[in-house]
């Protein structure tokens, strides 16, 4: 079951500008994880951070996790027309993944 | 090296009608995990597999749904009789070990799309 939440459900905004997404959860984690949706396609795991970090960097991707207020972050920077996808968090609890609903960014050009 | 592979990747068929889906993981791979997720959703799980056992099969529809993995490498997943709310795309995941506590990198395969008329 989803107990993930996700916001916003939806952002747009122009190629070159930056991409912020932000993932909650309820229970206690081991680590947590970002994918990445092109539509009608299967889901590609972009970046896992574990719950002893706070930040951690990929190319143009940068998480950051807080585990005192349940929550983390992708930022995704100067954005491409190729970054249009949907993106999801899942938090790695108790031999599970809970997911989000998932964040749809579009990329304007 | 070859991804998760599903088949189909698109099935119609009426309400009532039987339905199987196949799914080969990357080789290696001890788990499997069978997804279901509806439009603007994320996945849900329905059941994970640690080489041919069943570990979590907690959300898989029992009266309806089933599973195989024979042999702790490719896997079936039937719905019989299919009904209109499980149109939906059903995904399927691998990854190469399970470990304890720790869930690691899930490879998905392209899933396949079911429609119930």
């Known amino acids: 079951s989803q107990q993930g939440e996700e916001d916003p459900q939806a952002l747009s905004i122009q190629e070159g500008e930056n991409a912020t997404m932000n993932c909650s959860y309820k229970?206690?984690?081991?680590?947590l994880q970002w994918y990445r949706q092109n539509s009608g396609r299967g889901l590609v795991h972009l970046i896992l951070i574990r719950s002893n970090e706070r930040e951690k960097h990929s190319g143009r991707l940068r998480v950051t996790l807080d585990t005192s207020k349940k929550s983390s972050s992708l930022l995704i920077t100067a954005s491409r027309a190729a970054d249009t996808a949907s993106y999801f968090c899942a938090a790695d609890s108790n031999y599970q993944l809970i997911w989000g609903a998932g964040t749809k960014l579009i990329i304007k050009p | 090296e070859a991804g998760v592979v599903q088949s189909p990747r698109y099935k119609i068929i009426e309400k009532k009608q039987p339905v199987a889906f196949w799914c080969n993981p990357i080789s290696g791979h001890n788990t499997l995990y069978w997804y279901r997720q509806n439009l603007g959703q994320g996945p849900e799980l329905l059941i994970r597999y640690e080489n041919e056992e069943a570990v979590d099969d907690s959300q898989l529809p029992k009266d309806r749904f089933s599973a195989e993995r024979l042999k702790g490498v490719d896997s079936t997943l039937k719905i019989q009789p299919a009904e209109l709310g499980d149109s939906a795309v059903y995904l399927c995941?691998?990854?190469?070990?399970?470990?304890?506590?720790?869930?690691?990198?899930?490879?998905f395969g392209e899933g396949s799309r079911l429609t119930v008329l």
């Open positions: 229970t206690s984690i081991n680590n």
């Open positions: 995941a691998s990854s190469p070990v399970f470990r304890p506590g720790n869930t690691g990198e899930l490879f």
